[in-house]
């Protein structure tokens, strides 16, 4: 990320654009490179604060950009951080600086479900982000949801991935005693998709899915609200009409193959994996349900935040930096390759590279293109933690009156992050609240109470 860069180069991110000319930021020509010279991002912490500090420097005295590489360019590197230093202790300070942002704990866990919705969380693993920023983290695989949620919770785990609506459910205390949770980052985008049996070619319209049993993740997850979301708009009541059973993912296939359930909605993978097994077939990507809507997020408690805010600083930025590389189309199949092992999704890297580039199979015979079937953006919106918030309403999971921003705003980190990914060069957007629309219903997150009492089909209070 251009903090990083060499403030001494005038052709460097810091000082202007991608040098080639080739690519649209600084960002994806360093990616590219690296990915031709199949070098690891990894460099040395010292250097990095280095240029921390000397960029800080330098662009203090040169505030603008052509005026700082007009000076660059004329005097040269050397000269430019010799006159600098004169000036400034830049040493003194970069050891300062290193000092105060050494992590307190650098050995790490931190948990995760072998799904494609935990991409930017173990590929920094193997493609060293994790490193990178001082750190040496274990990914540790873990059997399913609840499991994640109580080693986490347990302190077994650091920081963990989790469904998007598991850190609230968490600190609100559904189910448990609260124990205030946090999201810096939101894992993925899209990325889900509904799998019916093969048996159900003939099924393709909602309203003939009466008294069929579907799997979801968890409770609280994306999954549950997105399904009973495109169940109810086509008459469907999900406590009544269907069967809707807790599935871990890993297990989703095996149970669609003998005959347990009738279909699920699950991470692409697994969509994915029931494709390529021949026994289910794709009925509809979630973001045909919602477009850019979250799934899985980057998660931790507050306590390990307080207790050790430089290893938390540090585990957001790898996480963010590795979401920034995710994001790129060009770096997807070098990513199915480093998440494909046992020890991380265990699955063929063809069933990941359909589900990470976007040209898939559909199990009836096609063969279809979208680049945006997932994509990443670390970003934890508040307005995405009303709208859960509004479900959870909506089914029963919450009782009683709710202070929607204040939970959203304590749970969700948009300030935090919105901070870390300025300090990082990227550009994250200026407010925390943003309008969407799921099936074609606007959703304001201004007037919640309102959007839940308008939907006919919700769990009676």
């Not at 000269?79 to 230093?85: G, I």
């Not at 931190?110 to 935990?118: D, E, L, R, S, W």
């Not at 080693?151 to 005693?177: C, F, R, V």
């Not at 899209?190 to 008294?211: A, C, E, F, T, Y």
């Amino acid at each position: 990320m251009s903090i990083f860069d060499d403030p001494f180069d005038a052709e460097s991110r810091v000082n202007a654009g991608c040098i080639c000319g080739q690519h649209q930021s600084p960002a994806e020509h360093e990616h590219a490179m690296l990915a031709l010279r199949c070098e690891p991002v990894v460099e040395s912490r010292e250097k990095r604060y280095e240029n921390v500090v000397a960029s800080a420097v330098l662009r203090a005295v040169f505030p603008e950009v052509a005026t700082r590489r007009a000076f660059l360019k004329t005097v040269g590197a050397a000269t430019a951080l010799a006159a600098v230093s004169q000036f400034f202790p830049l040493k003194t300070a970069t050891e300062a600086f290193a000092e105060a942002g050494t992590p307190e704990k650098k050995d790490l866990k931190v948990g995760f479900i072998p799904i494609t919705c935990a991409t930017p969380i173990i590929m920094a693993a193997p493609l060293g982000f994790y490193a990178k920023a001082g750190l040496n983290v274990e990914v540790v695989k873990t059997a399913g949801w609840a499991v994640i949620r109580d080693k986490t919770i347990n302190k077994e785990y650091d920081a963990s991935h989790m469904l998007a609506p598991m850190p609230i459910a968490i600190s609100l205390g559904l189910g448990a005693q609260p124990i205030p949770f946090t999201v810096p980052a939101i894992e993925n985008i899209n990325g889900q998709g509904i799998v019916l049996s093969m048996k159900h070619k003939d099924k393709r319209d909602p309203k003939d899915w009466k008294g069929l049993k579907f799997a979801i993740p968890f409770d609280y997850s994306m999954h549950n609200y997105l399904l009973r979301y495109y169940l109810a708009e086509h008459g469907i009541d999900p406590d009544t009409d269907v069967q809707l059973r807790s599935v871990p993912p890993p297990e989703m296939v095996a149970n669609l193959r003998a005959d347990n359930i009738d279909g699920f909605l699950a991470p692409d993978n697994i969509c994915q994996r029931a494709i390529y097994d021949g026994v289910g077939f794709l009925h509809i990507l979630s973001k045909e349900i919602w477009d850019g809507h979250p799934c899985c997020s980057f998660a931790a408690s507050r306590e390990f935040i307080t207790s050790a805010p430089n290893s938390f600083a540090a585990l957001t930025r790898a996480i963010v930096d590795a979401t920034a590389y995710a994001a790129k189309a060009e770096n997807r199949k070098q990513i199915a390759e480093a998440i494909a092992p046992a020890n991380y999704i265990n699955a063929p890297v063809t069933v990941l590279e359909q589900v990470l580039t976007g040209t898939y199979a559909d199990g009836l015979g096609g063969v279809k293109t979208d680049p945006k079937r997932v994509d990443f953006d670390p970003f934890p919106w508040q307005s995405f933690a009303v709208w859960m918030l509004t479900q959870m309403k909506r089914w029963g999971q919450i009782k009683g009156d709710i202070d929607y921003k204040t939970v959203a705003e304590q749970i969700y980190l948009a300030t935090d992050t919105r901070k870390v990914m300025t300090e990082m060069g990227l550009t994250p957007p200026k407010d925390s609240y943003k309008s969407f629309s799921v099936m074609g219903k606007p959703f304001d997150p201004t007037k919640p109470d309102d959007y839940v009492a308008s939907f006919k089909i919700k769990k009676a209070s």
